[in-house]
């Protein structure tokens, strides 16, 4: 079982940015391969990938936030971060932290609002 704590989310202007942060317990971490995903709360949004980082240090990103948004891991620290720059209106939602190993695991979500 792995178990995952965000943090960082708020409420930001646009064109402003938020680091956010997820801790997992276990000491497998390194295997981990370790996400973000986002679900804003408009009915029919469905939940999607913002970034991914393998155990091995790759990433990718959805198209609508590459250039803007650096997902990156500390094995030292068990923890997981997502920087987010230059931050839209569209960006608002809830915030997961996800971890695959063997099974999907899921934090519980942490808010970013981005408004004037």
């Known amino acids: 079982q792995v178990q995952l704590v965000e943090s960082g989310g708020g409420l930001v202007q646009p064109g402003g940015s938020l680091r956010l942060s997820c801790a997992a317990s276990?000491?497998?971490?390194?295997?981990?391969?370790m996400g973000w995903y986002r679900q804003a709360q408009t009915p029919g949004k469905q939940r999607e990938l913002v970034?991914?980082?393998?155990?091995?240090?790759?990433?990718n990103y959805a198209d609508s936030v590459k250039g803007r948004f650096t997902i990156s891991r500390d094995n030292a620290k068990n923890t997981v971060y997502l920087q987010m720059n230059s931050l839209q209106p569209e960006d608002t939602a809830i915030y997961y932290c996800?971890?695959?190993?063997?099974?999907?695991?899921w934090g519980q979500g942490t808010q970013v609002t981005v408004s004037s």
């Open positions: 996800n971890a695959a190993y063997g099974s999907n695991y």
């Open positions: 276990g000491s497998a971490f390194r295997f981990y391969f």
């Open positions: 970034a991914r980082i393998t155990s091995d240090g790759t990433t």
